[in-house]
C-alpha cells in the first residue's frame, strides 16, 4: 500500500489523506437518517452503503459490520474495542489506495461509487457520538499558569494540587454540538463592577464571551463501576479524537464558580469537530508533554515519555464582516497530563466510563505570544486588544463573530487532521419574561 | 373515591398509600425485561402485565400508554408531559381505591391480580430512569451555612453569590446507581497532614467517608438548547422526586476541589430511591422555603410562597454488626431555592435539559442539632464522635456500614413517601498496580 489514494481530486494539503481515515456521521439526501461514513480527501465514504453493496470479508478478516455503519452514532462502532478500529482503518485504507488490492471492489465499479462516494459538502454532518458524561480537565500548563497568575500573581499561580493530578470537573453532555451548530450569546448573572461591595449583580447578555481551543478524547470500552482503569490499561479504552471548543461566558463563570466550580459560564455550548480521529491515526505523532518536575503517584506513573501528541492547532476568528485572523497557532503536545493519566485519576476512585464519553484536554495555549488558547489570555483578562484584519479588534467575542479551530499532524499528502471546529455567535434572547 | 385502598396488608405506615402512586422500573420472575410498575402498599402493580391483559380505555379517557410502560426507563412515560401523568396517576388511584368504580378490571380480577399485583419484596428494583445529566445544588441552607462556617468562620460562612443564584455544579450521571446497589470505598488522593508545606498528597481509601441527604428531581420534558425555561413555566417541566445520598469523600475533595470543584470525590457513587414519587403526589405537602433576604434577580422571582415540600427526612446508620441508629432527622422545606428556582436559573444561558434529567438539592440540615444531613456536620468536621447504638461511634462511615434516607408526607394511612435509599459500604479494592 502506498501513501496516495486512488480517490479524486486529491488536495495534499486536506486533513484526510490517506493516513487519516476519521469517522463521522453523516446524512445524505438519499439516505436521511444519521449513519457512519469516513473522509478521505474532499470526499465522504459512505460505510452503510458500502457494506450493504459487497463482500468486505477479504478487507476485513472478522466479521461484517453491516449493523454498526447503519448506527445514527459512533458508539456500536467504538465499543467493539480498538483491535477492531484498527482492522477497520487498515481495511478501508487498502480499499482507498491507489495500489488497492481489491479494486473491483470499489474503485472499478462505478456503479457503487456513485452512490458510496460522495462530495463532503453534499452530505450533512451530525454529532458522532451519543455522550453519557463530559469531563472537562486543566491539562494545558501554560494556560493554567497564565489564568492563575492573572488572578493571583505569577507565584501563586496554580494551586498546590495542580502537579499532583490532572485537575478536572464534569461538565455538560447535553449542550455538546457539532461543528457548524450556531452558538447563542448567554445570558446570566454577573457582577459589572467587583469593587462596589457588597457585590450586587445584574443579569444580562455575557460581555465576556470567550473560546477555549481544546483536544477531546472519546472513550470507546467502559469499565465496571468499582473497577479502574489502570495507566497502562488506558490506551485501549481510547476510541479517538477531536477538537473542542469550550465557550465560556467569564463574567459569569467570574461570579458563580465559588466554591463549587464552573457551571453556566459552560454549559450553555460546547463545539466538536464531526470527524473521529482513531487513536490509531495519531500514533505517529507522540511526542513527550510538559515536564513534570513533581514526583508522581504510582497510578499516574506512564512508562513512555512520549504521552501526548504534537498536533499543529489554530483558531481563526471571522467578523460579521467576513474577515478572518489567525488569532492563535499553538501544539497539542503544551499539556503536562496526557489522556491515559486522565483516565487513570478519573476511575481510580471506581467512576465509571461509558463507551462515548467525552474528556475535554483543558485550554491548549503555548509559552509565547501567539500561542494562546483563549481570548481571555490573547487580551489580558480584557485589557488589550486583540488586533485583527479589516482594522477590527476584540477583547472578547461580538455577535456575528465565528470561531473555527482546527488541528493536523503530518506532511503534505500524508496529513491527519480533523476538519473544523466552528461555531458562529449570534445574539442573546431577549430577557426571559415570566408569564 | 375514598383514600384507601382494597390493595390487602395494607400497613398505615407504608409510604405507598392511595394518595403517592409512585413510578418505578422492576423485573419479576416471570418476565426478567425491566419495565414499569407503581408501588401501592406493600405491593407493586405491573403496568406491562395491567396494559397487556384489560382494556384501560374507561379510566384513561386518552390513548393506552401500553408501549411506554413496557420500557425499561421510565424516560418514555415521563416525556408524555405532567397532565398525562396526573391522569394516569389519577386512574390508578380510581382502580385501586376501596370503593373503585371498576371492580371486574382488577379487584375481582382473581386471573390477572395474580400476575400483576406483587409483594414488593419479590420484584427486583432497577434505576427509575436513563440519566442524561445530573447536576447537584447546594440549596440547604444551614448546611451551606454549617460547612462555610467550618472553613472561613461564621462571618464569611457563606460566599457572596450564595443568596443571589442557586450555586449548583455538574455531577456525573454513570455512577447513579439504584438503592441496594453496594458502595465501594473510593481511593483517592489526599493530604494526611495539611500542616507539612509543600502539601504532600498520599494515595489510599478515603478516611472520610461521608454521606449527603438531599432530595433528587426528575426533569419530564426538554426545552431547546438557547430557549430557557422560564420559573413560571418550570414546574410543568418536572417529572417527579427521589431521596438522594450524594456520597462524599471529604479527604478526596478537600484536596482536588479547588479551583474547579469537587470530581472524585463526588463521582464514585450517588444513590437514589427507587419509586419517583409524581410532583402532583407531593402537591398538598408544599411549604415556604428558607425566607432569602436578598432581593432576587427578576428570572429568580416566583410568585407562591409556598415552593418547597415538607418532607420528614431520616438518616439511619446500620454498623457492620446490625445496630441502626437514627442519626438525623430534618425536612425538605429547609431550602432556600426551589427546583423551579434551580431550573430556571440553570436553563438561563440556555442549557438545555432533557427528559430523565436529575437535579440533586443538595444537602438537607435543619436549624438545630440532630437534624444534620451529613456526618461532617454531625461530627464536625470529625473532630466529634457521633454514637451509635451498640456502643459504637462514627466521625466517618466504616466499610460494612450501611445509610438508609427515608422520606415521607401526610398522616398514618395516607402517605406520600420514597421508600428506602440505601447503600452499603465495601471496603476499598488493592491499590491499582501497574501491569
Ligand atoms: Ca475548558
Ligand atoms: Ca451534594
Ligand atoms: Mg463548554
Ligand atoms: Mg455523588
Ligand atoms: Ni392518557
Given amino acids: 500500500m502506498s501513501g496516495s489514494t486512488w480517490v479524486p481530486n486529491n488536495d495534499p494539503s486536506s486533513d484526510f489523506s490517506l493516513a487519516n481515515i476519521p469517522f463521522g456521521i453523516i446524512s445524505t439526501q438519499s439516505d436521511p437518517s444519521p449513519h457512519v461514513a469516513v473522509a478521505i480527501s474532499s470526499y465522504v465514504l459512505d ?8 463482500d468486505l470479508t477479504p478487507i476485513f478478516t472478522s466479521s461484517s459490520h453491516a449493523d454498526v455503519f447503519a448506527q445514527p452514532t459512533l458508539n456500536a462502532f467504538a465499543q467493539l474495542g480498538r483491535a477492531t478500529h484498527r482492522e477497520v482503518r487498515r481495511g478501508l485504507q487498502d480499499l482507498l489506495a491507489a495500489d488497492t488490492p481489491y479494486p473491483h471492489l470499489l474503485r472499478d465499479n462505478a456503479h457503487l461509487l456513485e452512490r458510496a462516494l460522495l462530495p463532503q459538502r453534499s452530505v450533512k454532518m451530525h454529532l458522532p457520538m451519543a455522550i453519557g458524561d463530559y469531563t472537562d480537565f486543566y491539562a494545558g500548563y501554560h494556560h493554567a499558569f497564565a489564568v492563575g497568575a492573572m488572578f493571583r500573581g505569577p507565584e ?3 494551586q498546590p494540587n495542580y502537579s499532583h493530578l490532572p485537575v478536572g ?3 455538560r453532555a447535553s449542550s455538546i454540538v457539532v461543528s457548524g451548530t450556531p452558538v447563542g450569546r448567554p445570558v446570566g448573572q454577573m457582577v459589572l463592577d467587583p469593587s462596589v461591595l457588597p457585590k450586587q449583580p445584574t443579569t444580562g447578555p455575557s460581555r465576556r464571551l470567550d473560546i477555549e481551543l481544546e483536544l477531546g478524547c472519546f472513550l470507546a470500552t467502559p469499565n465496571d463501576m468499582g473497577q479502574p482503569i489502570s495507566i497502562a490499561e488506558a490506551e485501549e479504552h481510547i476510541f479517538g479524537y477531536v477538537l473542542l471548543n469550550d465557550w465560556s461566558a467569564r463574567d459569569i463563570q467570574t461570579w458563580e464558580y465559588v466554591p463549587l466550580g464552573p457551571f453556566n459560564g459552560k454549559n450553555f455550548a460546547s463545539t466538536i ?11 505517529p505523532f507522540r511526542t513527550a508533554g510538559i515536564e513534570n518536575q513533581t514526583p508522581l503517584q504510582d497510578y499516574l506513573k506512564q512508562s513512555r515519555p512520549d504521552n501526548v501528541f504534537d498536533i499543529q492547532l489554530s483558531v481563526d476568528l471571522t467578523t460579521p464582516e467576513g474577515d478572518t485572523t489567525t488569532i492563535g497557532r499553538t501544539s497539542s503536545k503544551h499539556l503536562m497530563w496526557s489522556f491515559p493519566q486522565m483516565i487513570a485519576h478519573h476511575t ?3 467512576c465509571p466510563m461509558r463507551t462515548g464519553d467525552l474528556l475535554g484536554s483543558g485550554t491548549i495555549s503555548g509559552p509565547t505570544a501567539g500561542e494562546r488558547g483563549s481570548l481571555l489570555e490573547m487580551s489580558e483578562g480584557g485589557k488589550k486588544d486583540v ?5 477590527d479588534a476584540r477583547t472578547f467575542l461580538k ?15 500524508a496529513r491527519v487532521g480533523f476538519g473544523e471546529c466552528r461555531g458562529r455567535i449570534y445574539s442573546a ?6 408569564s
Fill in 156 to 158: 501563586n499561580a496554580l
Fill in 399 to 413: 455577535d456575528g463573530d465565528s470561531v473555527t479551530l482546527r488541528g493536523f499532524c503530518g506532511v503534505l499528502g
Fill in 47 to 54: 460505510l452503510k452503503v458500502l457494506v450493504s453493496e459487497v
Fill in 348 to 350: 481510580l476512585g471506581g
Fill in 429 to 434: 434572547m431577549p430577557k426571559v419574561s415570566e
Fill in 273 to 283: 469537530s464531526p470527524w473521529v480521529v482513531l487513536a490509531d491515526a495519531l500514533e
Fill in 169 to 171: 470537573y464534569h461538565g
Fill in 387 to 391: 488586533l485583527l484584519y479589516g482594522m
